[in-house]
């Protein structure tokens, strides 16, 4: 019997993907957008497999009707305390009032659970609404992967190719769990089909430390990349406080500060995933830490790059 799956998001980097994903199976996908929007429209309208519904987050009625019928709703919406709690929220009301089993919230991550209050204000919005979830009469499930590798790349600045560092906080030998998105996606569409899955999903496409990324990097390039210790998960942490304070929009989804805040959970180890389990869903070459810095080198300047 072909599933239904409503995905919420779908027109963003990850939420794409995952639609992607999901077509790579017998499935139909219902994709949500807001009234007025021609984006999803625009995007979808070649797969005849995909069927675009419209229906505010406001209007509680329209949300029940547009998530009815569905096997799954998985929410890859992005944001701050607007999206990741009161429109989840909204999403979730509507998810039970439909009748629909099962719920996927949009948190893709490291392992927010036991960061320190006030340490992360990502992680800490998907821990509030996590809370809500639980009380749900749903099945749902959490996918957590670590950092998007990506990012290594691009936002995250962890290696510094021009200057031949590999920056760590207070424990160049804390693993670091990694995850390229589209592996997350991958993650993602299989258990969105799973109907036996847990309420937590841990996997990793690679767990490495700061000086395992310097010894790669150095490898690769054939130039030494050192380690430079950066402070500690203290400072960096004070720092970002002072970031946040300073900061001209609060509601931004990734500023400077949250990056640091990301970092603090991962150097200090609170985020660090415990129950990784690649194999659940059978056998898969994942795209690794090496794998993602190689493909940046071949298509860059690697060893002066920015």
């Given at each position: 019997?072909t599933?239904t799956?409503?995905?919420?998001g779908?027109?963003g980097?990850?939420?794409?993907?995952i639609v992607?994903e999901?077509l790579?199976?017998?499935?139909?996908?219902?994709v949500?957008t807001?009234?007025g929007s021609?984006?999803?429209a625009?995007r979808?309208r070649?797969?005849?497999?995909v069927d675009?519904?419209a229906?505010?987050?406001d209007d509680r009625?329209?949300?029940?009707?547009?998530?009815?019928?569905?096997?799954?709703?998985v929410?890859a919406?992005?944001g701050?305390?607007p999206?990741?709690v009161?429109?989840q929220r909204a999403?979730?009301?509507a998810?039970?009032?439909a009748g629909?089993p099962?719920f996927?919230?949009?948190?893709?991550?490291?392992?927010y659970?036991?960061?320190?209050?006030g340490t992360?204000?990502?992680?800490?919005?998907?821990?509030?609404?996590a809370?809500?979830v639980?009380?749900?009469?749903?099945?749902?499930?959490?996918?957590?992967?670590?950092m998007f590798?990506?990012l290594?790349t691009d936002?995250a600045?962890?290696?510094?190719f021009?200057?031949?560092?590999v920056l760590?906080?207070?424990?160049a030998d804390?693993?670091?769990d990694?995850?390229?998105?589209?592996?997350?996606?991958?993650?993602t569409?299989?258990?969105?089909l799973d109907?036996d899955?847990?309420?937590?999903?841990?996997?990793?496409?690679?767990?490495?430390?700061?000086r395992?990324?310097?010894?790669?990097?150095?490898e690769?390039?054939?130039?030494?990349f050192?380690l430079?210790?950066?402070?500690?998960t203290?400072t960096?942490?004070?720092m970002?406080?002072?970031?946040?304070?300073?900061?001209?929009n609060?509601?931004?989804?990734?500023?400077a500060?949250?990056?640091m805040q990301?970092?603090?959970?991962?150097f200090?180890?609170?985020?660090q995933?415990?129950h990784v389990?690649n194999?659940?869903?059978g056998?898969?070459?994942?795209?690794?830490?090496?794998?993602?810095l190689?493909?940046?080198l071949?298509?860059?300047?690697?060893?002066?790059a920015?």
């Amino acid at each position: 019997m072909t599933s239904t799956v409503l995905v919420a998001g779908a027109t963003g980097d990850l939420g794409g993907r995952i639609v992607r994903e999901l077509l790579r199976h017998d499935v139909r996908v219902r994709v949500l957008t807001r009234p007025g929007s021609a984006t999803a429209a625009d995007r979808f309208r070649d797969d005849p497999r995909v069927d675009v519904v419209a229906a505010g987050y406001d209007d509680r009625a329209a949300l029940t009707e547009a998530v009815a019928g569905s096997d799954v709703v998985v929410s890859a919406v992005s944001g701050t305390r607007p999206v990741i709690v009161d429109a989840q929220r909204a999403l979730l009301a509507a998810t039970v009032a439909a009748g629909v089993p099962r719920f996927l919230p949009s948190d893709y991550s490291a392992d927010y659970r036991r960061i320190a209050p006030g340490t992360n204000r990502n992680f800490e919005l998907r821990r509030e609404f996590a809370a809500e979830v639980d009380a749900a009469p749903v099945q749902a499930t959490s996918v957590l992967t670590g950092m998007f590798t990506d990012l290594l790349t691009d936002q995250a600045p962890m290696v510094l190719f021009g200057r031949r560092r590999v920056l760590f906080w207070s424990d160049a030998d804390q693993v670091l769990d990694f995850t390229t998105k589209d592996d997350v996606a991958r993650v993602t569409a299989l258990v969105a089909l799973d109907d036996d899955a847990p309420r937590v999903v841990e996997m990793a496409g690679d767990q490495v430390s700061a000086r395992g990324v310097a010894r790669t990097v150095s490898e690769l390039t054939g130039t030494p990349f050192r380690l430079q210790w950066a402070g500690t998960t203290g400072t960096l942490s004070a720092m970002s406080a002072v970031g946040r304070r300073l900061s001209r929009n609060p509601d931004e989804t990734f500023p400077a500060w949250q990056g640091m805040q990301y970092f603090v959970s991962m150097f200090s180890g609170q985020a660090q995933l415990r129950h990784v389990d690649n194999g659940r869903y059978g056998a898969h070459t994942w795209t690794t830490v090496r794998d993602v810095l190689q493909a940046h080198l071949a298509t860059t300047d690697g060893a002066t790059a920015a």
